[in-house]
């Protein structure tokens, strides 16, 4: 039986050089691409996800991209229909919300070794310290929370951050769902696609820049086709990329493309070894199916525009009422040219009953009341505390903080798996951050350093002292401190810490003072930070001499040199690493006893007179 045909588009197939060119690879993926763009169901995709940015920000001018979508890509666009007009974005309040809910706290990443002795345990400690370091390099909250967003807004319901290498440095950007494409086939149950691929307008000087290293590039980029947006002059050109994962750890179909749309203008063919995509997709709520989520905009669409409807409604009625209606009797003989709205105007008539001014209803309390019902349904339909948009809690202003805690709590219920997910995101960010920095460093022996956020300012952590393969470590989140920093939530807090006799009161003052428990708990924990590095060092060093001196904290030195002889033990550490924390315990053993001795009162000789008693107190 004859083999299956091979497809025209099946541009990752591992193929020798002689049967599929880097040109010719480079163009079945663009061709993939615009196939795959054209359809039905992507161009409603990313028209909806125009739709989505309009009723959120009731912008009627929207400038993206010239495949962005049919109905918006080809045509003028720029006024609001009355549906689109949300001048009640009740919508926009709850995404809002939302947002601030579940964004607001920072994260950091946390690295366990996975049965791991204690060079893997030294080095986890460090690589957080760089993971802490990169994600503040490259600005990873703020992209986080604009893909958060981005998820919540767009009818594709991801938001996006990709992850490359630029000038020997990892750096990140914001990736929008209207730039990617999905065959509806592929990741349609697991919702993992085997090959992605993105379309952007990039500036012609950039894309020069980036990949213009030869000739026949170089006549590529600047023989390609400018587009534009709305008739803007900008020199931008369109950039295909592609990727591909390899369907399984012996094959050899994984290829990473950057192209242009003609033939022969392959910028970037290379093999992709990876086992995740370089861009990190977010979703407030998973779809049943595909990749795409499922965004709150979405799901609150139906509800927002029938309160705009309900909204023009009123508002068309009101002013069609608007105009004042006078009723007057015929009988009374009244001309009309004697009525006007002057100050002092006599009107004369003969009959017995005088004019009356008509009002008409506008609009019935029924519509009125379903404006504001179909408001609070999209609170409730989305899960989320409409008292937490307005400020307000049903506790009352005075609710002890353990109340305020508590209703929180079950206020975010209905959030928790979209925070699990949120911190997911976390996760898979910095995977895809250290998995560039470790394709720029290669060998892992060069130097990567980046300046790690602590809480006495700034130190360099360097990727060769932090490296561990990513079999060997499982990643979590913690937050970046427990400690809140809001003078009214820092005061609840401490309440709670002095109570359980964690902080004093003096203490407790002090925090108050500048804000800064966590500053001020830091320099309380320097000499146990001090006398840990220490450890450490005789621990785990090849080489290292410490010696304690007068102003050594003994009591704790000996309590931790206690610890640390435990945990090289199980370690199986040298021995000889053993000794030099042994010597170093029993040097504070010695300097201690020596100094409760000094502080004790002299004792007289045997048979020696006792010291004279002091004088009785005057009466």
């Not at 409603?44 to 962005?68: G, K, Q, W």
């Not at 349609?188 to 020069?208: C, E, F, H, N, T």
């Not at 709520?285 to 309160?307: C, P, V």
């Not at 203490?507 to 146990?528: H, P």
């Amino acid at each position: 039986m004859a083999g299956a045909e091979v497809s025209s588009y099946d541009w990752w197939r591992d193929a020798s050089p002689k049967d599929l060119h880097d040109a010719e690879r480079a163009s079945m993926a663009v061709k993939a691409q615009k196939l795959i763009n054209d359809l039905p169901q992507e161009s409603y995709r990313r028209d909806r996800d125009l739709f989505n940015i309009r009723l959120y920000e009731c912008n009627p001018v929207i400038s993206l991209y010239s495949f962005a979508g049919q109905y918006y890509g080809n045509s003028n666009t720029l006024a609001l229909p009355p549906a689109e007009q949300s001048i009640n974005n009740k919508a926009k309040s709850a995404i809002d919300t939302f947002s601030s809910q579940v964004a607001s706290t920072e994260q950091r990443a946390r690295f366990k070794v996975i049965d791991g002795n204690y060079r893997q345990r030294r080095r986890a400690r460090e690589l957080q310290n760089f993971a802490d370091g990169l994600a503040d390099e490259i600005g990873l909250q703020a992209l986080k929370r604009r893909a958060l967003l981005d998820a919540a807004i767009l009818e594709s319901g991801v938001g996006c951050i990709q992850f490359f290498e630029r000038d020997g440095r990892c750096v990140a950007g914001r990736v929008l769902a209207t730039e990617l494409a999905i065959d509806p086939l592929d990741g349609l149950i697991d919702g993992q696609p085997r090959a992605l691929y993105r379309r952007r307008p990039v500036p012609r000087a950039v894309v020069m820049a980036d990949y213009g290293d030869t000739d026949a590039k170089r006549k590529a980029i600047e023989e390609a086709n400018a587009v534009s947006a709305g008739g803007a002059p900008a020199d931008h050109i369109e950039v295909f990329e592609s990727w591909s994962l390899k369907s399984g750890p012996k094959a050899n179909d994984g290829w990473h493309v950057i192209a242009l749309e003609t033939m022969g203008s392959d910028l970037v063919v290379e093999k992709y070894e990876k086992p995740r995509h370089p861009i990190v997709f977010y979703a407030v709520e998973k779809r049943f199916t595909t990749a795409w989520g499922h965004s709150l905009m979405t799901q609150a669409r139906g509800l927002q525009l029938r309160i705009n409807l309900n909204s023009y409604r009123i508002d068309r009625a009101q002013k069609l009422f608007h105009a004042g209606h006078i009723y007057v009797d015929k009988t009374a003989k009244m001309s009309k040219t004697s009525m006007s709205n002057e100050i002092g105007t006599v009107w004369e008539g003969n009959g017995p009953n005088p004019p009356q001014q008509i009002t008409f209803q506008a609009a019935t309390k029924e519509i009125y009341d379903q404006v504001e019902k179909d408001g609070e349904r999209i609170f409730e339909n989305l899960g989320i505390n409409i008292g937490a948009a307005h400020g307000t809690t049903a506790l009352g202003a005075n609710a002890p903080a353990e109340a305020l805690r508590e209703e929180k709590t079950k206020g975010d219920q209905r959030n928790s798996v979209r925070q699990q997910d949120w911190e997911q995101f976390h996760v898979d960010c910095i995977k895809a951050g250290l998995g560039v920095v470790a394709d720029i460093v290669g060998d892992g022996k060069s130097s990567y350093k980046v300046s790690a956020p602590g809480k006495r300012g700034l130190s360099q952590v360097d990727w060769k002292d932090a490296a561990l393969d990513e079999k060997n470590y499982q990643l979590s989140v913690k937050p970046a401190s427990v400690i809140p920093t809001e003078p009214a939530a820092l005061i609840a807090h401490g309440k709670e810490m002095v109570a359980a006799g964690v902080w004093t009161q003096r203490e407790f003052a002090g925090y108050l003072q500048d804000l800064d428990a966590d500053g001020r708990t830091n320099r309380q924990m320097a000499q146990q930070r001090n006398l840990e590095k220490t450890y450490e060092r005789l621990l785990y060093d090849k080489a290292a001499a410490a010696q304690p001196d007068e102003f050594t904290n003994y009591q704790m030195a000996i309590e931790l040199g206690s610890e640390y002889l435990a945990q090289g033990e199980e370690d199986e550490v040298p021995e000889k690493h053993l000794d030099r924390v042994r010597r170093y315990v029993k040097r504070c053993k010695d300097f201690d006893a020596k100094t409760k001795a000094a502080a004790q009162p002299a004792q007289p000789a045997q048979g020696a007179p006792a010291p004279p008693a002091a004088p009785p107190p005057p009466q």
